[in-house]
């Protein structure tokens, strides 16, 4: 009786063994290392070669803009930065440049940039509204630091370079006085008769001539030998005399 007893219990405990879920233990799998660079670092990567950039425009520089947010999650390994802007970039103004990360020399990220850069520099100013077609006087001008964005035609340091040229388009107080707008003033009109000098070292010889266009010292223009009805070109000297270089 005692054994059919145990017989019956080992059968239960063998039937409880049986039926109960198996339990097993995975263990997490190891993550790969990783380089955290900070948006800290790679922006000082940016304004740094954005600095290089200026240098040479010998004006006073400061990085407006990065627009670059946020850290990098880099695999470990040696983390070097390229940033690369538009040819034509004179490292001022508004642009996009491609920022490229690298890991142990491979590319692993590849960005557009979008900055800012302000360049400072003495030039001439309008000292007042200046109209078009105006003959500039130095008192028309002043100097003023201003951004090279501004001037984007060229810009002039000194007011003499100015003064005595003629204004093509109105300009307004206080603006950067650029190259591309302004003009010199001819002497010679179209239409008008003109002394044809041509000379070397061993001979002088003059002529009548008409004038075919406007020109200010220093400008070639054509004018017609009324001797001979030929047109030539010839160099303004002033305003009654034309140059013919032989």
């Given at each position: 009786?005692?054994?059919?007893?145990a017989?019956?219990?080992?059968?239960a405990?063998?039937?409880?063994?049986?039926?109960?879920?198996?339990?097993?233990?995975?263990?997490?799998?190891?993550?790969?290392?990783?380089?955290?660079?900070?948006?800290?670092?790679?922006?000082?990567?940016?304004?740094?070669?954005?600095?290089?950039?200026?240098?040479?425009?010998?004006?006073?520089?400061?990085?407006?803009?990065?627009?670059?947010?946020?850290?990098?999650?880099l695999?470990?390994?040696?983390?070097?930065?390229?940033?690369?802007?538009?040819?034509?970039?004179?490292?001022?103004?508004?642009?996009?440049?491609?920022?490229?990360?690298?890991?142990?020399?491979?590319?692993?990220?590849?960005?557009?940039v979008?900055?800012?850069?302000?360049?400072?520099?003495?030039?001439?100013?309008?000292?007042?509204?200046?109209?078009?077609?105006?003959v500039?006087?130095?008192?028309?001008?002043?100097?003023?630091?201003?951004?090279?964005?501004?001037?984007?035609?060229?810009?002039?340091?000194?007011?003499?370079?100015?003064?005595?040229?003629?204004?093509?388009?109105?300009?307004r107080?206080?603006?950067?006085?650029?190259?591309?707008?302004?003009?010199?003033?001819?002497?010679?009109?179209?239409?008008?008769?003109?002394?044809?000098?041509?000379?070397?070292?061993?001979?002088?010889?003059?002529?009548?001539?008409?004038?075919?266009?406007?020109?200010?010292?220093?400008?070639?223009?054509?004018?017609?030998?009324?001797?001979?009805?030929k047109?030539?070109?010839?160099?303004?000297?002033?305003?009654?005399?034309?140059?013919?270089?032989?």
């Amino acid at each position: 009786m005692r054994l059919l007893k145990a017989m019956r219990l080992l059968a239960a405990a063998a039937s409880l063994c049986l039926c109960a879920p198996a339990f097993a233990a995975t263990a997490p799998a190891p993550q790969a290392a990783q380089n955290v660079v900070t948006e800290a670092t790679v922006r000082a990567a940016i304004s740094d070669y954005l600095m290089q950039k200026a240098a040479p425009l010998a004006a006073q520089v400061t990085v407006k803009k990065i627009g670059f947010n946020g850290d990098l999650k880099l695999p470990a390994g040696r983390v070097s930065f390229e940033v690369v802007a538009p040819e034509r970039w004179e490292g001022y103004g508004n642009a996009s440049v491609a920022l490229v990360v690298r890991v142990d020399d491979q590319v692993k990220r590849n960005q557009t940039v979008q900055v800012e850069v302000e360049a400072l520099a003495d030039m001439v100013v309008a000292a007042r509204t200046l109209e078009r077609g105006e003959v500039l006087l130095a008192s028309d001008l002043s100097v003023a630091k201003r951004d090279l964005s501004l001037a984007r035609g060229g810009y002039l340091k000194e007011p003499d370079e100015a003064a005595g040229l003629r204004v093509k388009a109105t300009m307004r107080a206080n603006t950067p006085v650029r190259k591309d707008n302004l003009e010199k003033v001819p002497v010679v009109k179209s239409g008008q008769m003109v002394t044809i000098l041509a000379e070397n070292d061993v001979v002088k010889v003059t002529a009548s001539g008409r004038a075919k266009g406007a020109g200010a010292p220093g400008d070639v223009i054509t004018v017609q030998n009324l001797s001979s009805q030929k047109e030539i070109a010839a160099r303004v000297v002033d305003a009654a005399t034309v140059k013919v270089d032989f």
